[in-house]
């Protein structure tokens, strides 16, 4: 078990282009978990998975936003027509069972939107 | 809603000096409280826990107690190392939605930096 992967781990792209991150949680683990972080500041939750079931979405996810988790397995972000104001760190996490126990996150995804 | 308040950083601090970095929240009912360490280039890593009042978390050296009457957890270590170099972040995980997500609120995280 090598925890829980993201990919990639920088992305750079031009304003209006659309992006995909892939997260691989930790495999006995079925909830999963999107934060965003931006410079200075906290994680922000953006969405939340228990097995392929999208449970909760964050308003901070705008409609330009949009999760998968197919298969309760890796997970996928798109961000359509990005805008630099969506230049941040998005970080994935799971847990296990139903217990709060804290979450493992993976190393995160860099997006600069140029 | 939900917050967490953090003091300011950055912190520093020399090595073997004991640290503190105080944390208080805002939360309706009981949550659980976290605090998390982000080293430069990484993800988060969990790095102590308390899920009840008077509850104490400990791990590394680290500690923090889970202070109802006062809602605070404040971060402490009696005597730090360069390597604990990084972002502490207090986190709480309060509000139960029918979802059952226990997703995190955090504090906007300490730098804390420790020199030879």
């Known amino acids: 078990d090598t925890g829980v992967s993201q990919d990639p781990r920088h992305k750079i792209t031009k304003r209006g282009q659309n992006v995909t991150f892939r997260c691989d949680p930790i495999s006995e683990h079925n909830r999963l978990y999107w934060y965003r972080q931006t410079l200075g500041q906290g994680p922000e939750f953006l969405t939340y998975f228990q097995n392929e079931a999208q449970l909760e979405k964050s308003r901070l996810l705008s409609d330009r936003f949009s999760a998968e988790r197919p298969k309760g397995s890796f997970s996928t972000l798109e961000i359509q027509r990005t805008e630099q104001g969506d230049s941040a760190m998005y970080l994935c996490?799971?847990?296990?069972?139903?217990?709060?126990?804290?979450?493992?996150f993976g190393s995160g995804t860099r997006l600069t939107v140029v | 809603g939900d917050s967490v308040t953090q003091m300011e950083g950055p912190v520093t601090l020399s090595e073997e000096a004991f640290l503190t970095i105080n944390c208080t929240y805002t939360a309706t009912g009981y949550p659980s409280l976290f605090w998390y360490v982000q080293y430069p280039g990484e993800g988060l890593q969990l790095l102590l826990k308390?899920?009840?009042?008077?509850d104490k978390g400990s791990n590394k050296g680290f500690e923090a107690t889970y202070r109802k009457e006062t809602t605070s957890f404040h971060l402490e270590k009696g005597s730090v190392q360069v390597s604990d170099s990084a972002v502490y972040f207090c986190?709480?995980?309060?509000?139960?939605?029918?979802?059952?997500?226990?997703?995190?609120?955090f504090g906007k995280g300490t730098k804390l930096s420790v020199i030879p």
């Open positions: 308390a899920t009840k009042a008077d």
């Open positions: 986190a709480l995980s309060g509000q139960y939605s029918g979802a059952g997500s226990y997703q995190l609120t």
């Open positions: 996490a799971s847990s296990p069972g139903r217990a709060n126990y804290g979450y493992t």
